[in-house]
């Protein structure tokens, strides 16, 4: 019997029982579902915790040893940024600073929000602006707040809105786009360095990151080497999102608690799949049997049970990524802070545990139908 024809009884045999494949596929769909939204959670958690890192978009950033996320400041002592700048690998050096503060708003409410100084003389690392020229941020009390998810928290403000920063007069003067949204659930202001020193109270030492740029990508190690002789970390920027999300992974509950919920989700449709698949093959040996009388090997058997499984496994899969794509789409335009992304990661992941669910599926179906025999059943 050819592998064609046997593949397309199979086919048959499968869909014609509409209860039983609609179960199959209802299994499968909703464990795709549910592994995909945990993960998917998870990759925007950490899609959110790279935000700092993602739209200042240094190539390098010098950390003290102890930082696990761009939040984490440690200052680091203002010697270093000249000793940066003096290796020979490096093209340039600046400081940037990080922090937080109250701001009273013109309503005379108080939000939080995250403050980032920039380098007066470059500013590298400025975001795009969507209203306003980056050059007003040289004057006197100037801010440019984020347009984010945040943004609102800031009673929306606009061109030349005045607010108090630290008992210190603030005044937008340009309105900024970025990348990502931060993870904190706080706006976002940028302003220059001096200024952010100078507003927000600091320790001894005030630079929170020197972000640098190597002349070459051969001397990331020559600077990393350096930059650890004096006590610190040079990271690139893959590097120091690694960090992130091995602090998010293994020092938090958040990677343990998606990873509990994705293996639970994986067990749910294994469970069903495998349960539903097994009476599948249980009410339909008698035709089984018939197939092998009539000269099926098991060889083909086993074909088309590993094509009704795989059938039916990325059929689920196909309609499991479009449900949870169609509910982060819709979650997303009625709540902006909602984090969930789909990355081929997880789309990987999802697909791998489909395959071994189809496999597990296909081993118990082939071991059932391997041992009927024909006599059986005619006899029967």
Same mark, same amino acid.
């Given at each position: 019997?050819?592998? &064609?024809g046997i593949l397309r009884i199979g086919f048959r045999l499968l869909v014609n029982d509409r209860a039983k494949f609609s179960a199959l596929l209802v299994g499968i769909?909703?464990?795709?579902?549910?592994?995909?939204? !945990?993960?998917?959670?998870?990759?925007?958690?950490?899609?959110?915790?790279?935000?700092?890192? +993602?739209?200042?978009?240094?190539? !390098?950033?010098? !950390?003290? &040893?102890?930082?696990?996320?761009?939040?984490?400041?440690?200052?680091?002592?203002?010697?270093?940024?000249?000793?940066?700048?003096? !290796?020979?690998?490096?093209?340039?050096?600046?400081?940037?600073?990080?922090g937080g503060a109250q701001v009273k708003l013109a309503s005379g409410t108080y939000q939080p929000v995250s403050v980032i100084g920039l380098d007066d003389t470059s500013?590298?690392?400025?975001?795009?602006?969507?209203? *306003?020229?980056?050059?007003?941020?040289?004057?006197?009390?100037?801010?440019?707040?984020?347009?984010?998810?945040?943004?609102?928290?800031?009673?929306? &403000?606009?061109? *030349?809105?005045?607010?108090?920063?630290?008992?210190?007069?603030?005044?937008?003067?340009?309105?900024?786009?970025?990348?990502?949204?931060?993870?904190?659930?706080?706006?976002?202001?940028?302003? +220059?360095?001096?200024?952010?020193?100078?507003?927000?109270p600091t320790t001894r030492f005030t630079v929170s990151y020197i972000l640098l740029e190597p002349k070459s990508k051969a001397a990331e190690a020559v600077i990393k080497?350096?930059?650890?002789?004096?006590?610190?970390?040079?990271?690139?920027?893959?590097?120091?999102?690694?960090?992130?999300?091995?602090?998010?992974?293994?020092?938090?509950?958040?990677?343990?608690?998606?990873?509990?919920?994705?293996?639970?989700?994986?067990?749910?449709?294994?469970?069903?799949?495998?349960?539903?698949?097994?009476?599948?093959?249980?009410?339909?040996?008698?035709?089984?049997?018939?197939?092998?009388?009539?000269?099926?090997?098991?060889?083909?058997?086993?074909?088309?049970?590993?094509?009704?499984?795989?059938?039916?496994?990325?059929?689920?899969? *196909?309609?499991?990524?479009?449900?949870?794509?169609?509910?982060?789409?819709?979650?997303?335009?009625?709540? &902006?802070?909602?984090?969930?992304?789909?990355?081929?990661?997880?789309?990987?992941?999802?697909?791998?545990?489909?395959?071994?669910?189809?496999?597990?599926?296909?081993?118990?179906?082939?071991?059932?139908?391997?041992?009927?025999?024909?006599?059986?059943?005619?006899?029967?």
């Open positions: 019997m050819k592998y &064609p769909t909703f464990s795709v579902f549910l592994m995909m939204q !945990m993960t998917a959670m998870f990759a925007g958690i950490l899609n959110r915790a790279y935000s700092t890192v +993602t739209n200042i978009g240094a190539a !390098m950033w010098i !950390m003290d &040893p102890a930082v696990n996320t761009p939040t984490s400041v440690i200052p680091l002592p203002d010697y270093l940024l000249d000793a940066v700048r003096s !290796m020979e690998q490096v093209r340039y050096a600046v400081p940037v600073f990080i500013l590298f690392g400025r975001p795009e602006l969507e209203q *306003g020229t980056i050059e007003d941020i040289y004057a006197e009390n100037a801010f440019v707040v984020v347009h984010d998810a945040e943004y609102s928290k800031l009673e929306s &403000p606009k061109i *030349g809105t005045a607010f108090e920063l630290n008992d210190h007069r603030g005044t937008i003067v340009g309105i900024a786009k970025v990348l990502t949204s931060g993870l904190t659930g706080v706006p976002t202001l940028y302003t +220059t360095y001096r200024r952010a020193i100078e507003y927000i080497q350096q930059v650890a002789q004096l006590g610190y970390v040079a990271l690139n920027r893959g590097e120091f999102n690694q960090r992130i999300t091995d602090y998010y992974v293994y020092q938090t509950g958040v990677g343990t608690n998606i990873l509990m919920m994705t293996v639970i989700s994986f067990l749910v449709g294994l469970s069903i799949s495998g349960q539903t698949f097994y009476t599948f093959i249980l009410e339909n040996l008698d035709k089984f049997a018939a197939l092998k009388a009539i000269g099926a090997k098991g060889r083909e058997l086993i074909y088309m049970i590993l094509f009704m499984a795989t059938f039916t496994a990325l059929t689920g899969y *196909g309609l499991g990524v479009g449900l949870v794509t169609l509910m982060i789409s819709i979650a997303r335009s009625y709540l &902006p802070n909602y984090a969930a992304i789909i990355t081929y990661w997880n789309l990987g992941l999802a697909f791998g545990l489909v395959l071994l669910i189809a496999g597990v599926s296909s081993y118990v179906g082939v071991r059932k139908v391997l041992r009927i025999e024909p006599f059986d059943i005619f006899r029967g």
